[in-house]
């Protein structure tokens, strides 16, 4: 059975920073042919609820800054999504919720570091480790409307 790796908050984990889910049953019934193997790397790393944060353009690469304080909260980000890669070698498909800064695909808000919004395609952290692997990544909403 092929895998896929799949946000969290899609299947119904309360793990958006608000403590919600996003629970898309279309997108489930899709993938029913599919191992699910869930990820939420806020949640892991920062817990829920919690702040929010912003995909931030800052010398030549895309950071997320936390809206409460200004962290750079990239690194646990990134180090978790190449664990899971690590842990899970044989995903084929990723797929993340549409405009979250860890897993859009292809539509991240991205920000200067005077939160001035530069464009609305931008690439999530753990995301971006999936393309980097070369693994087929999708944001949520654009694979339905493509298997539709």
Known sequence: MKKVALSACLMGCSCRYDGKENLNRALLKELSSYEIIPFCPEDFCFGTP???MDLVYNQD???AISNKNGENL???IIDYAK???EKNPDIELFIGKDRSPSCSVKS????DKDKNLLHTTGTGLMAK????????SWD???Y???NS
Request: proline content about 7%; glycine content about 6%.
């Open 129 to 136: 480790v999936a393309l980097d692997l070369g693994i087929e």
């Open 140 to 142: 949520s909403e654009a």
């Open 74 to 76: 990239s690194k646990p």
């Open 144 to 146: 339905l409307t493509h």
């Open 61 to 63: 690469r895309v950071e």
């Open 108 to 111: 991240g808000k991205v920000y």
């Open 83 to 85: 664990e899971f890669f």
């Open 50 to 52: 919690r702040p929010t």
